[in-house]
């Protein structure tokens, strides 16, 4: 009886060792699980992270990419400004050189627009500066458009003979510097006219002074330090009545 009793115990006890043996193959289970899903947890942390930070490169290329855009937007507005003052200053005709007419009704105009604005267009007895104006075809050039002007001006009234004519030859460098602005005039000739009175007491209007100047005379011409007396000497022609000869 004790034998078999000793039998039945070691055959009780082999069904518990499996049990036990079956119960630390779970928990290996259960172990190998846990391990696996945080190895899985890891990964989409890890594939988390990448995505924020690809996303954060993204957005900062967008920023970059709207930063060129505004930059390239500024230059062409700025270069559009350019072009368009380019295309004013060429619409009005002036250039650094001078002023070009653009037709012969409209050269006409700007030499008397000139005149008027280097002496006024009045005398200071009230008269129209201008008598009379001429734009012709300068014959004496081989360049076409080449233009002459012949103005006949009233003069100043003044104290002294010697003060209308130091008058008229002031004004003429007012309107030759003014003239040769335009870059069809090749040549001008100013006509000053003033009241003479003769032995027998009658004034009439006569041509006192005549001032004839080119192009090619004007260039060597330093206006800012020129002494108007020195017309005689440099002018393309010269000539003052007696009368303005008188003290």
């Known amino acids: 009886m004790q034998g078999r009793n000793i039998y039945s115990q070691k055959t009780e006890n082999k069904p518990i060792q499996q049990t036990r043996q079956s119960s630390s193959s ?9 391990q696996s899903s945080q190895k899985a947890n890891s ?12 996303n954060g490169g993204l957005f900062q290329g967008c920023l970059g990419c709207l930063g060129v855009m505004v930059l390239l937007g ?46 006024g267009d009045k ?25 002459i002007v012949v103005a006949k001006l009233h003069g100043n009234d003044n104290l002294s003979s010697k003060m209308i004519k130091g008058g008229m030859q002031l004004e003429s460098i007012k309107i ?22 003769d032995k027998l007491g009658n004034s009439t209007l006569n041509t006192v002074l005549k001032i ?12 800012d330090g020129f002494d108007k007396d020195n017309f005689a000497y440099v002018a393309d022609s010269y000539w003052e009545h007696p009368s303005l000869r008188k003290e």
Not at 26 to 34: D, F, L, M
Not at 43 to 54: L, P, R, Y
Not at 123 to 147: F, R, S
């Open 74 to 119: 500024i230059v062409i507005i700025v270069v559009f400004a350019i072009l368009g003052d380019k295309d004013n200053s060429s619409e009005s005709n002036v250039t650094t050189t001078g002023i070009t007419a653009t037709s012969e009704q409209g050269i006409n105009e700007q030499v008397s627009s000139l005149i008027a604005n280097a002496v």
């Open 123 to 147: 005398t200071n007895n009230d008269e129209n500066k201008i008598i009379e104006l001429q734009v012709n075809d300068h014959a004496g050039t081989q360049a076409e458009g080449d233009k």
């Open 176 to 197: 030759f510097k003014k003239l040769f602005q335009l870059n069809d005039v090749e040549e001008v000739d100013l006509i000053w006219q003033f009241p003479t009175t």
């Open 212 to 223: 004839n100047l080119s192009r090619s005379t004007v260039t060597k011409i330093s206006w």
């Open 26 to 34: 779970v928990n290996k289970n259960n172990r190998g699980s846990s």
């Open 43 to 54: 990964t989409k942390q890890g594939v988390n992270k990448a995505k924020e930070k690809s």
